[in-house]
Each structure stands twice: as C-alpha cells, then as structure tokens.
C-alpha cells in the first residue's frame, strides 16, 4: 500500500530564516505530487505540483519554492521566512495518467513563524 | 473563477442521528468532486470521488451525491457516532487542471 511521510511535524522559525519542507512518498512510482498550505481560516490552496522529476508548476507568486529532486521527494523552501507563511503545509500524490486523480494526503507540518 | 461554499460551517447533533453536510460549487464545468475528513491537527482523509459522469458513490455509512447541472452536492452520514465528528471538506477538480478548489469546510459534533 502506499503511503506518504512527511517532516517535521511542527516547525517554529524566525522571521528571515530559511525554511525546508519533506514530504516522501512510498510504494507507488512516478506520483503526481503537490503542496497545499491551510492558513487559519482559510481553505486549502494549492502552493505547486509536479508531474515528474524536475517539473514544478507554481499556482500563486509567494515566498516559497519546491524542488523534486528525485521520483517520490518533494521539497518545500524558502530562502527568507515571512510572518505570513505561517500556516499548516500539505503534501499530497495522486496516480499519473488516471483520469480521476484522487488525491491522497500527508500528516501535515504546521510552521509557525516568529 | 470557481467557488466552493460549505453549508453549515458548523454542526452539532445527537449521537444516531442521520445528517447531510452540503457544498456547492459556482463551475459545473468539473472533472470530479472528492470529500475529505480532516481531525484537528491532521491530514486530509479522503473519503469519496465522485466522476462528473457519476450521481453518487457509497462507502460504508456514507454517500455522496452529484447534481452537476446545479452545482451541488451532498454527503449523507447515517446513524452518526461521535467518531464522525471532525472537519469535513469538499473539493472540486475542473478539466485537466489538476488543481482541486477547497470549501472551507463543515466542522461536525457528534454527542454522545
């Protein structure tokens, strides 16, 4: 079965500081991968998602990057953290090439900046 | 622009209870609609997908309903226990876009 890890958990950094986000997805290849962030109250938004190695596409201009240096590794950053990217990140997957894209999701980090 | 609207944002009801959480949406132009389940501090579970070509899918004491033309859909929980209780978000996929538009949620209380 598959599942989808990611770390840490929680998160307290600074104002200005650098932030790394890993999300990892185990026993599926070739995964449709995204990250989501969850402000309070608001709903999900949909930050990237990445169809292969490499590939990033970005919904909205932010603070943030992602990088997927390998198959099922996702990587959230930012080279200088903001007060407002506090929030609680997701990563999610869903199948390649199937129509329904049924997306599956992570434990979640919640960040909160300083 | 698609918008998802969640109604009510909160529900409290008695243990047994049958309920309908609705959500509706201002595209019918989707590809899918998918339910999730969301406990304080956690993931999203994802509960049901409903095709756009779909008027409902059933898993265990859920369903969920699709009426595209008008834009809405309902999940119904029957006989409701207090391990239901938790945020329960719709979410909606247009085209080939993989981009799915959250609601904002229904926050359920099932009491004992």
């Known amino acids: 079965s598959q599942t989808i890890h990611q770390w840490p958990a929680t998160l307290v950094q600074p104002v200005g500081s650098p932030l790394s986000l890993e999300c990892t997805v185990e026993?599926?290849?070739?995964?449709?991968l995204y990250w989501y962030r969850q402000a309070a109250g608001r709903g999900l938004q949909l930050l990237f998602y990445s169809v292969g190695i490499g590939q990033i596409s970005s919904e909205v201009p932010q603070n943030l990057s992602a990088s997927r240096p390998q198959d099922r590794q996702f990587i959230l950053s930012s080279k200088k953290l903001l007060l407002s990217d506090s929030g609680f990140y997701l990563c999610?997957?869903?199948?390649?090439?199937?129509?329904?894209?049924?997306?599956?999701f992570g434990p979640g980090t919640r960040l909160t900046v300083l | 622009k698609q918008e998802v609207t969640q109604i009510p944002a909160a529900l409290s009801v008695p243990e047994g209870e049958n309920l309908v959480l609705n959500c509706s949406f201002t595209d019918s132009a989707i590809y899918n609609l998918q339910w999730f389940r969301q406990d304080p501090g956690k993931g999203l579970t994802s509960l049901l997908l409903i095709q756009s070509s779909q008027r409902e899918q059933t898993s265990g004491r859920l369903n969920a309903s699709l009426d595209k033309s008008s834009g809405r859909s309902t999940l119904y929980i029957a006989a409701s226990q207090p391990g239901d209780s938790a945020t329960y978000l719709c979410a909606v996929r247009k085209g080939s876009n993989y981009k799915l538009t959250f609601g904002k949620g229904t926050l359920l209380t099932v009491n004992p």
């Open positions: 026993g599926t290849s070739n995964p449709n």
């Open positions: 999610a997957w869903s199948i390649s090439g199937r129509s329904y894209n049924e997306q599956f």
